[in-house]
Every structure is written in structure tokens, then in C-alpha cells.
């Protein structure tokens, strides 16, 4: 997973060299300069020249950053927009781990297991690594157990710093790659010494606690911020700073069914591992236009859900999820339907952290119910008459994953036409002719416009396609 970095900008087409020849043109058209002819680089008016066509271009350079960075809308700068963020009390999201459940089986159902709280397991290249979240202990007699893990590598007991007694005093993490668990919750403890000290959303609501803020900049790298004795205590000076957080995370942890199936230790009794579900919820550090575009939300709903909107903009700005649907059922009850990235049903620790977040959020007299969506299963069948140079096995397997897509990407509350099936396959060259021969849900035959209502999101069943 790559850490976004502030590229090199152009913010003038303009050059330096066009400022200087745009200068010498005024002045050859300018009559009392007219005898003036020798534009060598050593004459002095051409050094006077560079150095003016130096500061207004300067100058230039200056008011167009100004203008443009000043607002979220126009800003080009990942710093920039970092810096605003800021000012709007927005938290730029770090990247999200994925999370799955692991079933582990013993050798022998008669004898215990334990397997260890961090215990590594990875896909079969090695290439994608989840951690046990917890101890699992399975008893004698019984032949499987079932533990929580996540996509990343955690970080124990890493000093990062040490006090020095001043306000304010700012501390980065070593590892970069700080991964969000859940929202609200990084994974990411503080010790000042031997003292727990709690993390805050902003300092000013740290006022007499020995609490910290946490800040993830432009580049991507994490810093603990403490108070300066008034908002937030500050540190007793010379007091190790200690920090227990979790590094990785990222959208390629959202792997499939069975795939997670190497123990990448050896614990006695366990015969095998895999994840029965597909993992979810991994997501990449939000980018430059996600954060362009989730940072109005703070400012629109001013961090409280009343209306609809406003529920879908904060949920929306969790990394882990990927689409929302809000529905009022009855008065003083909204039902949020959550799909999280990776398009699975979402884990229970997921349901619970959304709702813990609008718990304080939320309106008080407001039941508030978080929700999996319904998954409503389409097979999809179609009869292909090709092209002379068309290769068969290959047009199968593009249109199989297109159609799937096709599902698979749609919204809540939404409907897929029959025309779009026929819109779909007309983006093949390939393809000389087209008949739909299926669009039912699963179980189901004939050929239907499917329309999806409250809480219920499309996945794509047998997708069948024939060649004639």
C-alpha cells in the first residue's frame, strides 16, 4: 500500500523566461529604449531585467498558490487540503484493516488447543497477513473454534518519545501505516509512564485530563498530540511516551473465502486454518479527493445526525465502508443499512462501532438501529453470436466479469433494467449479436427488471453465457 505524497504543481503556465522576453518586447516598442539593441546576457540592463522578470515571477507564483490553495473546492495540494481539514475539525482517515473470522482445526478432538493472541495467518503466496485479535482456546472433545483477526502487524510497546515538559509537544509514531480499525477506535493505545491517557477528538474537550489528540498528516505519518495545561495536561517532564498501536491495512485485505489457509507458526494440535467468509471492511488511506469531498460533511452537519443526510454523509466517511442506506421506518426510528468494502455482510464489531459512533451524535430520542443489508442474489443469462476473429473463451470471460460488476456495483433502492444487460453488451466489438436469456433473483426463471427496496443490495448469482 503506497502513502500519498505532494507531487511537484504548476500553478502558472507562465514562465520566467516568457516574463524576461515579454519585458525586453515592451521595451524595444518603447521609443525611448529603441537604440537599445545589445541583449546579451552580460549587459547590465538585460541583469536588471532577470532580476525583475525574478520577482514578478515570484510574485505570480505566490498569488496563484494563494488563490487556489485557500479553498477545499480549488486546493491541488494534499497538504493543503490536510491543513484545512484541520481547521474544520475534520480527521483525515488512515487506512482501514480488514477484518475476518479464522476457523481453526485441531489435529485431534480429544486433546486441547490454544492458539495465541497476534498469531500470524496468511494467504498461500504470503503476500496478505491477518492477526489473531485474541487467545482462542479450544477444549478437549471439541474439534474446531472460531477467533476475530485483522489485516496488519501490531506494534507493542514501542517508546516514541520522551517528555519535554513544553505545551503541546508533538510525538510521531515509528511505523508508518497506522491502520483504522473501526471509527473511533485505531487500535492505538497511550501510556504516559505507567498511566493510560486517553485520546480525544480535539483538546479543548480534554480540558483537566490527561488525555491526546491524534493527527495523521499530508504524508501519511501518525503524531500524538498532548495539551498545553489547560486544554489537555502536559506530560511530567522526562516521562516515556509509550505507544501500542497496528500498521497495514488496505483494500487488497479484502480477500476471499478460504484463502487465509497458512499458519505461519507452528501450534501444537492444529491441523489447519482458513477463513470461511470473505473478509471486509480493508480500505486504503483516504485519498486527495475523498478528503475533498468527505470534508464538507463536517461542516454541513456541524458532526450531528438529524436528517437523512446527514446520516449518510458521516457514514459515509468511514474508510471501512462502501455504501449507505438510511431509512425512517417510524418516528424516532432510523434503520442504517451499512455495505462495507469488499461488498460481504458486515462484521458484528463493524455494526457495533457505526452505532457506538452516532451514539453521542445522534438525537437523543432517536432509536437508532445499524443494520447488514439484504442481499438479494440475480443470475443473469445471455446467448452471444460473435464476430469471425472473435476468440470464444475470451469474450466468456470478459462478459462473465462484466456482467458481474455490472450487479454488484449498483446502489440501494435501485433498479436493473433489462436494457441495461443490452446496453452492457454492446460495449463488446466483439460481439455481432446479443439475446438475454435470464434476469430473475436466484430460484427464479424468466426474464424481470430487478428492483431492489429498503436495505437490500444486489450480488450476482449464475451468470451464464452462452456462444451460438
Not at 518603447?30 to 520577482?55: C, I, K, M, R
Not at 480429544?110 to 497477513?129: C, G, L
Not at 450480488?459 to 452462452?466: I, L, Y
Request: net charge negative.
Amino acid at each position: 500500500m503506497s502513502t500519498p505524497r505532494n507531487k511537484f504543481i504548476e500553478f502558472t503556465s507562465e514562465t520566467w523566461e516568457e516574463v524576461l522576453d515579454d519585458a525586453k518586447a515592451a521595451l524595444r516598442a518603447h521609443d525611448e529604449y529603441s537604440s537599445w539593441t545589445d541583449h546579451l546576457p552580460s549587459d547590465l540592463g538585460v541583469v536588471l531585467l532577470e532580476a525583475l522578470a525574478y520577482f514578478v515571477d515570484m510574485m505570480r507564483y505566490h498569488q496563484n498558490v494563494t488563490a487556489t490553495e485557500f479553498s477545499p473546492a480549488t486546493a491541488r495540494s494534499r497538504s493543503s487540503l490536510c491543513r484545512q481539514a484541520e481547521w474544520f475539525g475534520y480527521f483525515p482517515h488512515p487506512a482501514a484493516a480488514a477484518q475476518a473470522d479464522l476457523k481453526f482445526t485441531k489435529a485431534n478432538a480429544d486433546n486441547p488447543a490454544t492458539i495465541p493472541a497476534r498469531t500470524k495467518i496468511s494467504t498461500t503466496d504470503n503476500a496478505i497477513t491477518f492477526e489473531t485479535t485474541r487467545q482462542l482456546y479450544i477444549p478437549p472433545g471439541q474439534e474446531t473454534g472460531t477467533i476475530g483477526a485483522v489485516h496488519g502487524t501490531h506494534i507493542e510497546s514501542q517508546i516514541i518519545g520522551t517528555s519535554d515538559g513544553s505545551a503541546n509537544q508533538q510525538l510521531k509514531l515509528l511505523n508508518r501505516g497506522l491502520v483504522m480499525l473501526t471509527e473511533g477506535e485505531y487500535a492505538l493505545e497511550v501510556y504516559v509512564g505507567n498511566t493510560k491517557w486517553g485520546r480525544y477528538d480535539a483538546l479543548p474537550w480534554a480540558a483537566g485530563a490527561d488525555g491526546w489528540r491524534l493527527w495523521i498528516d499530508s504524508d501519511g505519518d501518525a503524531w500524538i498530540r498532548f495539551g498545553d495545561g489547560i486544554y489537555g495536561n502536559i506530560p511530567a517532564l522526562g516521562s516515556q511516551i509509550i505507544a501500542y498501536y497496528t500498521v497495514g491495512g488496505g483494500v487488497d485485505g479484502n480477500v476471499g473465502a478460504h484463502t487465509l489457509t497458512s499458519l505461519r507458526s507452528n501450534i501444537a494440535n492444529i491441523a489447519s486454518v482458513t477463513n470461511e467468509a470473505a473478509a471486509s471492511g480493508g480500505a486504503d488511506i483516504e485519498d486527495t479527493e475523498s478528503l475533498r469531498a468527505n470534508m464538507p460533511s463536517q461542516v454541513i452537519t456541524r458532526g450531528r445526525a438529524v436528517t437523512r443526510d446527514d446520516y449518510e454523509r458521516l457514514a459515509e466517511a468511514f474508510g471501512e465502508i462502501d455504501k449507505v442506506d438510511v431509512k425512517h421506518p417510524s418516528a424516532n426510528v432510523v434503520q442504517l443499512y451499512i455495505l462495507p468494502q469488499g461488498g460481504v455482510t458486515p462484521s458484528d464489531s463493524l455494526l457495533d462501532s457505526v452505532k457506538e459512533y452516532f451514539t453521542d451524535i445522534r438525537m437523543i430520542t432517536e432509536d437508532l438501529q445499524v443494520l447488514a443489508p439484504s442481499v438479494v442474489t440475480v443470475d443473469v443469462g445471455v446467448r452471444l453470436v460473435l464476430t469471425e476473429d472473435a476468440v470464444s473463451t475470451d469474450v466468456v470471460a470478459r462478459v462473465t466479469s462484466g456482467l458481474r460488476v455490472l450487479l454488484e456495483n449498483s446502489d440501494f433502492n435501485t433498479t436493473v433494467y433489462i436494457q441495461d444487460i443490452y446496453d452492457h453488451l454492446d460495449t463488446y466489438d466483439d460481439i455481432e449479436h446479443a439475446t438475454v436469456t435470464q434476469l430473475a433473483e436466484k430460484d427464479d426463471s424468466g426474464i424481470n427488471d430487478i428492483t431492489t427496496e429498503a436495505g437490500e443490495i444486489l450480488a450476482s448469482g449464475q451468470v451464464t453465457v452462452e456462444v451460438v
